[in-house]
């Protein structure tokens, strides 16, 4: 009985402890509560049912409890198959985390990207523009309404979307690569060299630097170059 106990308790304290690292409660972690979140808290779980299990396999309630262990099998088994329709593509997964969590700016956000990937602007806006009501200043979001308003030719606007989420975090790759392309396409190439330059120092990417070269070759700098 002592054995059992001891096993009941460390699988109360591992779910609880390793939950509570990934609930939001104690640090907040930027993402929304989803089954990836309870996968190692899941161990303390397993270790508590296979006591429970074990323990009325040994007693007289040995055939409730296969019944029962039968009974789990075809519902979850059910239930993955429901769950399959929504991991079908990426249409699927984001409609339904944006139904499920429809505050959630992460939600919004990824099904506002894959509208704009498939060219539904207007879609995109819709949910991109209710993800900014939920949290007006998040790097990624001010990345993909910076997209959005380049590709509705608000050049300015979009220019502001991409350097407030380089302010929200600093040397944001996709930031700084939207911010780079939108400055070569309108031939700012002093910007971009700008950009470019201040990145490579961060981090030294040999593509950071041949974004430079390029962009030196562009202003016939060829001695930089």
Known sequence: ???????YAFGSVFLLGTFLVVSNFIVPIGTIMAERTFYLPSVGLIVILAA?????????????????????????????????????????????MAATASQSVH???????????????????IVLERALKITPDHPSLMNSLGILAEHDMRYAEAEKYYLRALELRPHYVKAVSSLARMYYDAGAYTKVANIALLEYQNKNDDDLYAVYALSMIRLKKYQDV
């Not at 009985?1 to 096993?7: A, D, G, H, L, W």
């Open 1 to 7: 009985r002592r054995t059992r106990n001891s096993i």
């Open 52 to 96: 429970l299990v074990a323990y009325a396999m040994e007693s007289k309630w040995r055939k409730s409890m296969l019944a029962f262990m039968v009974i789990i099998g075809i519902a979850y088994g059910a239930r993955t198959m429901a769950r399959n329709t929504v991991w079908h593509d990426r249409e699927t997964l984001f409609t339904d």
């Open 107 to 125: 939600t919004n956000n990824n099904l506002g990207i894959y509208y704009m990937d498939t060219d539904q602007w207007d879609l995109a806006r």
